[in-house]
């Protein structure tokens, strides 16, 4: 009965994706920095190589279908910058845990070390598309100015109408 305020929905998910997200990287670093401290982990690493081999495979397939499938959703393309997040993530994962199998195969006491360092990078690289996707929210929920890449089409399309039909100046 009271349709007012769906609109307000879209942007409210995405923000609360990316809350999560900010979430769960805030946690992981704490315990990266624990672990460190601590002085490393016994991962195994062969196995955690063959989990980052899966999840790049997984991640860019995913990104890569919500992308051309996605359209204009919101919603969509927030779930498509998460999962290209995922493959980032999953080719840095890659490298780490290949720099770790040599240190391991060296025995060397680095290997210990490899899955945290990983994580902290990680958090560091991904941390953009949380923050992006909560700036996101809080300006249209805000109704704030929207991106010029946004407001610049619009204004063209304004003054063209204006200019074309005899219009006097709009008022702001």
């Not at 460190?36 to 196995?47: F, K, P, R, V, Y």
């Not at 499938?69 to 919101?74: K, N, P, Q, V």
């Not at 490899?114 to 941390?127: E, G, K, N, S, Y």
């Amino acid at each position: 009965d009271y349709p007012f305020g769906r609109e307000a929905l879209a942007p409210l998910v995405v923000g609360m994706q990316g809350l999560v997200l900010l979430g769960t990287f805030g946690f992981a670093a704490f315990d990266a920095v624990a672990v460190i401290l601590d002085g490393g982990s016994e991962t195994e690493i062969g196995s955690a190589m063959g989990y980052a081999v899966l999840s790049l495979l997984g991640s860019v397939g995913l990104w890569y279908f919500l992308r051309r499938r996605g359209g204009d959703s919101e919603l969509v393309a927030a779930e498509a910058a998460q999962w290209a997040a995922g493959w980032l993530l999953s080719v840095g994962m890659v490298i780490g845990f290949g720099v770790g199998l040599i240190l391991q195969r060296s025995s060397s006491s680095l290997a210990g070390y490899v899955d945290p360092v990983l994580v902290l990078a990680a958090t560091a690289v991904i941390l953009p598309t949380p923050l992006r996707m909560l700036r996101s929210m809080f300006t249209e929920l805000l109704e704030g100015v929207p991106d010029p890449q946004v407001a610049g089409p619009v204004q063209d399309a304004v003054n063209a109408v204006t200019a074309e039909h005899g219009l006097p100046e709009p008022t702001t």
